[in-house]
């Protein structure tokens, strides 16, 4: 099976429990919370590599790692759409197991959309389809490399808002402003072209510079 058509079954699924949900949105509280709330922003400092993992699966699959040639959005974040997000986000945390890529593939990195089991790069990039193919424009959806509590490497889907960048995590269902999780932001898919990759973090950049610099002398 093509890898770019087997969340086919799982989407279908999907709008069918997004139909009967739309009044859900994560719970009244988080919905107060996250409108009027102070707007929190992803900042961005320079271009840095992209994961090797990602770039083998652009080599498989071509087709999604395009570049729209839009300019990039903001979605305007409504009850309607924070609910889209919610249920994308705890339907895929749901249905694919979190098993790695070593126990499923014998590699270390292996980034490919799961049929019912894979790790968080694989889950973001099955969140990052199924809101595409609902509508949400694909400049706005970016998969995000951060380092966890434990400074271990982790993904999320990072979707920016009128109401600032949300996150996606397959470890908690709720959507959280990117300033409320504890995790280290350190680089994420640029708005403007899937492939290129942009650093979250000054140290990062800077290093990237300073090899880039040192390189052509």
């Known amino acids: 099976m093509n890898i770019a058509t087997r969340p086919t079954l799982l989407l279908s699924m999907l709008c069918l429990l997004l139909a009967g ?12 919370r ?18 090797i993992g990602f ?4 080599s498989r699959a071509p087709e999604d790692c395009q570049a729209t040639g839009k300019s990039p959005k903001k979605i305007k974040l409504t009850p309607t759409e924070l609910t889209t997000l919610y249920q994308v986000n705890t339907f895929v945390n749901g249905r ?13 990195e292996y980034w490919t959309y799961p049929e019912d089991a894979g790790d968080c790069e694989d889950m973001v990039l099955l969140k990052k389809k199924h ?19 434990n400074m271990q490497g982790h993904a999320v889907l990072t979707v920016t808002t009128t ?18 999780v504890n995790y280290v932001l350190l680089k ?3 708005a403007q072209d899937p492939k290129s990759w942009k650093s979250l973090s000054r140290d990062l950049a ?12």
Not at 34 to 51: M, N, W, Y
Not at 133 to 146: D, H, K, S
């Open 188 to 190: 994420r898919q640029s």
């Open 55 to 58: 770039v083998n699966f652009c």
């Open 206 to 217: 800077a290093t990237r510079q300073q090899a880039e610099a040192s390189g052509s002398k």
């Open 163 to 180: 109401e600032g960048d949300f996150v996606l995590d397959n470890r908690v269902n709720e959507i959280k402003l990117w300033s409320e």
């Open 131 to 149: 809101l595409t193919a609902l509508g949400f424009p694909p400049e706005a959806l970016r998969i995000t490399v951060v380092l966890d509590e």
């Open 34 to 51: 996250l409108f009027g709330s102070k707007k929190h922003f992803v900042a961005e400092f320079g271009t840095t590599l992209p994961p």
């Open 21 to 32: 949900t739309q009044s859900h949105a994560g719970g009244s509280d988080t919905a107060s």
């Open 96 to 108: 694919i197991m979190p098993v790695s890529d070593e126990e499923l593939y014998g590699e270390a």
